[in-house]
């Protein structure tokens, strides 16, 4: 059993109740097909779910996806003028598009202050942040994305939703509940 030795700090990015039952980790990359995938089930799970935190940490898997680095820092950038969940949300909606000119046209659709953004992307001012998180995530184990953690415990498997509901306790979409 592998266990989450960086706990869930107040400058991570979480959505949900700080004293949420369970807390899910994932060290993530934004071009990660299986992350786009998990990102959308977790989505839907926790908006009909009490007392789930998702934190999520960056881990681009720069020697595959090429742009996920990019993607990252604009993640952060985005966090830097507090629209962190809305700009990581539109990164996994549209996996495809996390070029250079994509970013700042999710950057005008978030109302960001572009210059700023742009200027931020160019100087590499959040690049140290996205490797520290990488960092964190290789000295938890993580070696692939995504690299998920219930409750401080790495869960390992196939993560379809049926696997998912499991570790977090939820029963399966086709369980039937009698009056």
Known sequence: MMLLLDPVHEWDHTRG??????????YGDYECPECGRVFGLLRDLQAHTRGLRLVYRHYP???IHKHAQLAAEAAEAANAQGRFWEMHDLLFEHQNAVKQEDLVQYARQLHLDVARFERELKEGTYR????QNFIAGVQNGVNG???????????Q???????VREILGLPPTNSITKP
Do not use: I, Q
């Not at 109740?17 to 994932?26: M, N, R, W, Y």
């Not at 994305?145 to 869960?155: Q, S």
């Not at 498997?157 to 696997?163: Q, V």
């Open 145 to 155: 994305t995504p690299g998920l953690f219930l409750n401080g415990v790495r869960e």
């Open 157 to 163: 498997g196939k993560f379809d939703e049926a696997h």
């Open 61 to 63: 898997l720069s020697g």
């Open 128 to 131: 140290e942040k996205v490797r």
């Open 17 to 26: 109740p700080a004293d949420a039952f369970k807390t899910l980790v994932e």
